[in-house]
């Protein structure tokens, strides 16, 4: 600033006394006035002199009164500029974010590579072969990211982080799943902290002021003279010798020969290398328990523990860094092959050769016969010693003499001479010992002479059949035993012995091809509901308890079960027994939910707790003979609670869609391989090949639209089998077909997503016709028979109200004289047909309410003789009707009433729109419709509609009840793997057979000996007490 300025300044600013609140505020003002032009300038010079007195200094205002609204103009000019510059320094701090990379931070400008990839892109297609190859899962590159680098890239922001990494990061992590022996190393010490934006930003700073170095050729050091060949091979001679002092070294460290297999032993001469890679790099023995180290190298796990205790945490191959946590498993496949290698056995005179995996086995089966020698005296003379066994009695009292007079000198002394006691009772102790039970228990049996009593299995079905909790039978094995003197029935050990082979997971399959996504194990018994199930972190969290069985492990488990039947099958259609196949099974899958399933433990009111079921029957199996397929085997009785397998149970409500979906997937996932497979499954002695069919009708209208993704039954489109809506449905009642599938509903699920038309909501949900959801279960298109008939019995008995209380006349009944009405009802129905009223109707009332004598009871409240002929008719209408859809084959069963069907439903939709049109104009319930216009077209597809019902599933809701107080234990978890594993072994068809034998006896009033009638009536009886387990 000028001396002339400095002159024009106002008197106050240089006065020495002034406050400095006030000098900052006059300083301010010219400062800003500097600023202006010059005309300006002046202005603003002759307003501060004339305005000098009327400066108010107070909180608000520092500025003279007329020049408060320019001032006041300038400063939201200089906000609105602050908040441009803002704006502009975030642009530019994402537009460098951009070109940096997000694990080590380095500018892609500067890297030799010009290939970027996305932070949160999928898996390219080299990185995805890699994977594949490494029998890894394809994952995200969040997942690889987490793995290699431990950075979490989820929460990413994109104003804070960058979006994209190098090439060099992407080649760390290619390198990470390859076989090639690396050492990783970062271009920094740590990867990159990436902060908000600020004006010291370390991105924008180095980004402005960087400047980039010039290359420069390196400098040639004159200094020291070159080395000679002579000494480089010296050095190398060094280097080599100094290695194999460390691997001598680490052999004696590790020192493992009498415990690893030496490569010796192998029974094939393999080449050198395979022999290398499958053996320990430490002590060059064959792998046991082989590791994997980061830099790929192969040991067994007590060699490289026992190195890194000794020489530090560093890989004795590479001296790569190394700890005890990077230690992984490797792959199956290698596992596989270092199992199934074949070695010859170590022990003299036994020329056997062993899988690797069986070696263990082989080896303590030589133990035990050393053991035995061991126990034999020391012969003296030249000829070998003999076994015990193998001598003659007279050999045997000489040898035993010694130990005989001490027995007997115990047995004199302790048991009053008793010899027999003592030796029986050292010998079964002998069996105990070594877990042999079952066979001690015969034996105390025989030699007590009381027999062995029943077999464990059929223990086993009564165990199950009536409902007994542990305690309960080993109540009534007790006191059989103490009053009868004999081990009638086996006690639990031998039971749960029983048990395994005839739950999921005791017989070996094979899969082929394997099945996609499922593992190959086949000793999976019961499992978590939610275990296959990929988790992440933006999944929907399931906090439910579910148990299941694998499908494929179930499966294989009920078609064993079904052994003699299938070979019974198959001489019946006079076929060799030796046909390996292809079998073609047909199964049933059934899904619904069991309602409230709690149960009032202690004090407090009861909490809700609803459960659902999965579970499959197997409905027919056929083989391929010449150009035809024979049906082998035929479920009887296809509704029967005692041929519904459960699959799954969980504790969580079917409207749960998420719940649901979630825990239904893997199950799902399992039988969408199976479609693709074959199954090879050694049946009767020979190797058989299997192929499934899985037909979902088991579903009520509710789940199949849960499943399926359609809207609820309340939507405007009113079936799930065809488009139609409830107004075309109600003008044209009898002729629809069956249009839609679970292809076609997930093709229009895909147009309800993305909405390729780009069309209203009203346009774009007509399109779809009623689907809202993704489908995830696939169904057969079909009636379920049981709702069938509850749905139209709700309705019949709605029909009765509105007759009662004449709705024919006056549409508009008040709610309370429909309520008046309904008492009188069910008051009139359980004085004249018993039938007492309920909150939600059930099968057995929807059975009694739909007769002839109901609807004599009903006219019984009705004035009028018209519609006395009306109900009557349209009852006996549906009464013709419903075996159609009842029967499990109709053709058989009800031939004429299947002939005359379509006749009927064009009378009953006739009757419903003149004489019951006050009920039925302009819409129909949706199992009217599906009776009406549906049954024939599926019973022409399938044969029948009752056979392929879900009425088997609800039949097991009561057991689930049962089995649940049966095994009522603190952990619900415990619990259901209790009550699945029970409802399982109530469908056993091996127990059955059992349980149906024991009854024809009971029937005929069969005996063994009129001596033991107590010994026999006792176990009888306790049949009869069912699960009150009383004795």
């Not at 502009?88 to 994402?94: C, F, G, M, S």
Request: hydrophobic letters at 35%; aromatic letters at 8%; glycine letters at 4%.
């Amino acid at each position: 600033m000028s001396v002339a300025s400095q002159m024009d300044l106002p008197e106050e600013i240089q006065h020495l006394y002034t406050n400095f609140s006030e000098w900052k505020f006059k300083l301010f003002k010219v400062r800003s006035f500097e600023k202006l032009p010059s005309g300006d300038i002046n202005t603003g010079k002759a307003e501060v002199a004339s305005s000098r007195k009327e400066i108010i200094l107070c909180k608000d205002e520092a500025l003279p009164r007329g020049e408060n609204m320019d001032l006041m103009g300038n400063r939201q000019a200089l906000e609105n500029y602050d908040k441009n510059m803002k704006t502009q320094d975030n642009k530019a701090h994402q537009n460098n974010l951009k070109q940096l990379c997000r694990i080590c931070g380095a500018s892609f400008k500067t890297g030799c590579y010009k290939r970027t990839h996305p932070v949160h892109g999928p898996v390219d297609d080299e990185t995805l072969w890699l994977l594949r190859k490494r029998e890894k899962k394809a994952t995200s590159w969040p997942d690889l990211i987490s793995k290699v680098f431990k950075i979490d890239v989820r929460g990413d922001v994109d104003s804070i982080h960058p979006t994209r990494f190098c090439h060099d990061c992407w080649s760390i992590i290619h390198r990470k799943f390859s076989n090639t022996p690396y050492k990783v190393c970062f271009s920094r010490n740590s990867t990159k902290e990436w902060q908000r934006h600020s004006p010291n930003c370390d991105v924008c700073h180095t980004t402005r002021q960087g400047v980039k170095r010039k290359s420069q050729p390196p400098s040639v050091q004159y200094g020291k003279p070159a080395k000679t060949i002579a000494e480089c091979a010296q050095i190398n001679r060094n280097v080599k010798n100094q290695a194999q002092i460390n691997k001598h070294l680490m052999k004696e460290i590790v020192s493992c020969k009498n415990i690893h297999l030496s490569t010796k032993l192998l029974a094939v001469n393999y080449p050198v290398d395979f022999i290398k890679s499958i053996s320990c790099q430490i002590c060059e023995h064959i792998l046991a328990d082989p590791v994997e180290t980061s830099c790929r190298h192969l040991f067994c796990r007590t060699c490289i523990l026992k190195c890194f205790k000794v020489m530090g945490s560093y890989c004795p191959s590479c001296w790569y860094p190394c700890f005890p946590t990077d230690l992984v498993t490797p792959v199956k496949s290698f596992l596989n092959i270092l199992d199934n290698l074949g070695i010859r056995c170590t022990v003299k005179e036994c020329e056997e050769e062993i899988l690797h995996k069986k070696y263990g086995q082989h080896l303590s089966s030589h133990k035990e016969m050393k053991d035995r020698e061991l126990y034999s005296h020391i012969n003296k003379g030249g000829r070998p010693r003999q076994h015990l066994l193998s001598l003659t009695r007279r050999a045997q009292k000489h040898r035993l003499r010694e130990l005989k007079r001490q027995v007997k000198a115990f047995a004199e002394k302790e048991e009053g001479g008793d010899i027999k006691s003592v030796c029986m009772t050292l010998f079964l102790l002998a069996l105990r010992a070594k877990n042999e039970h079952r066979q001690a228990d015969e034996l105390e049996a025989i030699m007590q002479g009381r027999g062995s009593g029943l077999h464990p299995a059929v223990c086993l079905a009564i165990r199950v059949n009536t409902f007994l909790s542990c305690s309960q039978y080993h109540k009534m094995y007790r006191t059989v035993k103490a009053v009868t003197g004999r081990q009638i029935f086996q006690p639990l050990h031998a039971l749960r012995t029983a048990e395994k082979a005839l739950l999921p997971g005791y017989h070996p399959f094979e899969w082929k091809p394997p099945l996609k996504n499922v593992s190959t194990n086949t000793e999976v018994g019961i499992i978590d509901g939610l275990s296959g199930l990929p988790l992440s972190i933006d999944d929907y969290p399931v906090d439910t308890i579910t148990k299941r069985f694998r499908y494929d492990a179930a499966l294989v488990c009920a078609l064993k079960d079904m052994e003699e039947e299938i070979l019974e099958g198959m001489k019946a259609k006079n076929l060799d027994d030796y046909l390996n196949g292809p079998f073609t099974v047909v199964v049933k899958e059934s899904c619904d939910g069991m309602g409230d399933v709690s149960e009032k433990h202690g004090s407090g009111p009861a909490v809700p707790e609803k459960a659902v079921r999965f579970s499959f029957t197997v409905m027919s199996i056929a083989i391929a003979h010449g150009n035809e397929s024979k049906r082998i085997f035929e479920e009887v009785k296809p509704n029967s609670e005692l041929c519904c397998k459960p699959l799954c149970l969980m504790l969580a409500d079917e409207s749960d869609h998420e719940t649901l979906t979630a825990i239904l997937s893997p199950l799902i996932t399992e039988r969408e391989a199976m479609k693709n497979s074959e199954l090879l499954l050694e049946m009767g002695g020979i190797l058989r090949t299997f192929r499934f069919i899985f037909r979902g009708t088991g579903y009520d209208e509710k789940l199949v639209r849960e499943v399926e993704g359609l809207e609820a039954s309340g939507s405007t489109y009113v079936c799930t089998l065809c488009d139609a809506t409830r107004l075309e449905a109600s003008k044209n009642v009898v002729f629809h077909s069956i249009t839609r599938s679970h292809a076609e509903n997930l093709e229009r699920y895909e147009i309800w997503r993305s909405n390729p038309y780009h069309e209203s909501v009203d346009k774009l949900r007509d399109r779809v016709k009623g689907v809202s959801a993704k489908p995830f279960i696939e169904t057969v298109p079909s009636i379920d028979a049981l709702h069938c008939d509850i749905g139209n019995a709700a309705e019949f008995y709605r029909i009765f109200q509105m007759e009662i209380c004449e709705a024919y006349k006056n549409p508009d009944v008040s709610k309370e004289e429909r309520k008046r009405w309904q008492l009188a009802l069910d008051k009139h129905l359980r004085k004249k047909m018993n039938l007492k009223p309920m909150m939600r109707m059930s099968g057995n009332f929807a059975r009694k309410l739909m007769s002839k004598e109901t609807v004599e009871a009903v006219c019984e409240l009705i004035k009028c003789e018209e519609r006395h002929e009306a109900l009557k008719e349209l009852m006996d209408l549906y009464l013709k009707m419903k075996p159609v859809w009842r029967s499990s084959c109709p053709a058989k069963e009800c031939p004429e009433l299947l002939c005359q069907y379509s006749y009927n439903s064009q009378r009953f939709a006739e009757l419903l729109s003149t004489k019951f049109k006050y009920r039925y104009e302009g819409k129909i319930t949706n199992y009217f419709h599906k009776t009406l216009a549906h049954v024939p077209e599926i019973i022409e597809r399938d044969g029948s509609i009752g056979a392929w019902a879900s009425e088997g599933n609800e039949s097991g809701n009561k057991l689930f009840r049962r089995f649940r107080k049966m095994n009522a234990r603190q952990s619900k978890c415990y619990e259901m793997e209790d009550v699945l594993k029970h409802h399982w072994l109530y469908t056993s068809k091996y127990l059955q057979k059992f349980m149906n034998a024991h009854k024809t006896l009971r029937n005929q009033g069969f005996t063994t000996d009129p001596e033991d009638t107590l010994d026999d009536s006792v176990p009888l009886d306790i049949l009869e007490s069912n699960s009150s387990g009383e004795v």
